[in-house]
């Protein structure tokens, strides 16, 4: 058995009890397992905080990427116009789906410590009436950098156009009121803040807007719409579904309601994070990310100046003593990641610090002698 914990943005450190879900084999025709389907997609509905009348939950084989594409894919029509605002590397890769499907689109780009401006997407709406569609990512992990999607959403839907969110990393982990912002279509994945396994990504989206895509689908198995109406008229997934993962977000489902919700889950995640960079604040190692924009979910941290090290040496180290990192993403600073959500718990927290200090103070001595 694997003996150490992932502190990364997903897939993540999940229960002994989700885990157990997936020991169970279940037959997609099933009307029990149909049943699992439609629980699942009213659940998503209620942690958006939106009704069932306005709003649908749809499930998409594949990762959080998958979903992504299938959104981009299947609601951009060949004579409308996507503006991306990207400030990082999953910001970007939605410019690298729409090239390569075809969809015309703009990209707005910000540095990766900087949030996308709600003034220049406005500004950049009313001069090109030709966009009718704006895309861009809540939490980022390339930086840990959270973004200001209701000032965003605000302007978008002032100027009549199509909001798209990629929640994926924060969706359940930071509450986001759907409905009230006026997001039209949101993506998310099952292994990130709900903690479930990798297997499948859900969107929830606007009725009105997905009735209006019908036929846009540029891919068959990512068609949104298609997906949609088989759930919708009897719960099963039009292609073969990753029956193992859908049980394990079921039981993820029911654990979040048993830790009080996404208030109590937030709560723990913010909390595992603000220790976290307290306590590598105490050892000289600073944020990438202002404390005005950081993010709950991971922190990308600058290396030691005169640092001497490499991060498979520090990774390395760390894995032994029981926990994994990710390395960094950005590309103007030497930094690296570190996430807390899933199973992590501020005893997870102080164990780390305590291994990144005694790290740091072998290097120390290393430098010296």
Not at 42 to 54: M, N, Q, Y
Not at 70 to 76: A, C, N, R
Not at 166 to 183: C, H, K, N, R, T
């Amino acid at each position: 058995m694997v003996n150490y914990k992932l502190l990364t943005p997903g897939p993540l450190t999940t229960t002994d009890t989700v885990k157990r879900e997936m020991l169970t084999d279940h037959c997609t025709w099933d009307e029990d397992y149909k049943q699992i389907t439609r629980k699942i997609r009213r659940e998503l509905l209620d942690l958006a905080h939106v009704s069932r009348e306005a709003y649908t939950a749809v499930l998409m084989q594949g990762s959080g990427t998958f979903g992504v594409e299938s959104v981009i894919t299947s609601v951009v029509g060949e004579k409308e116009k996507l503006l991306i605002a990207a400030n990082g590397s999953y910001g970007e890769r939605m410019a690298d789906i729409a090239e390569h499907a075809g969809i015309a689109y703009v990209l707005y780009r910000e540095p990766y410590d900087r949030i996308p401006s709600a003034e220049r997407i406005g500004a950049m709406l009313k001069a090109d009436p030709a966009i009718t569609h704006v895309s861009m990512v809540h939490s980022e992990t390339t930086s840990g950098i959270l973004n200001d999607i209701a000032s965003v959403a605000k302007t978008v839907k002032a100027a009549g156009r199509t909001m798209i969110v990629d929640a994926m990393s924060s969706f359940a982990g930071v509450d986001i009121p759907v409905g009230e912002l006026g997001i039209d279509f949101l993506i998310s994945s099952a292994n990130k803040c709900i903690q479930g396994v990798p297997g499948f990504s859900f969107i929830i989206c606007n009725r009105q807007k997905l009735l209006e895509s019908r036929g846009k689908a540029r891919s068959l198995s990512l068609d949104l719409y298609d997906q949609w109406e088989t759930m919708e008229r009897d719960g099963k997934w039009r292609f073969t579904s990753p029956t193992h993962t859908v049980l394990a977000f079921a039981r993820a489902l029911e654990e979040l309601k048993e830790e009080g919700g996404i208030p109590a889950r937030s709560r723990r995640y913010y909390q595992n994070n603000r220790l976290l960079i307290r306590k590598m604040k105490e050892m000289g190692i600073r944020t990438y990310i202002s404390e005005e924009h950081q993010g709950p979910i991971i922190t990308t941290f600058l290396y030691p100046e005169n640092s001497s090290f490499s991060f498979e040496e520090m990774y390395a180290f760390i894995k032994e003593r029981g926990y994994a990192i990710y390395p960094g993403k950005v590309t103007d600073a030497d930094t690296f990641r570190i996430g807390n959500i899933g199973e992590i718990y501020e005893e997870d927290i102080r164990k780390l610090c305590g291994i990144f200090e005694e790290f740091f103070a072998r290097m120390e001595q290393r430098k010296a002698g």
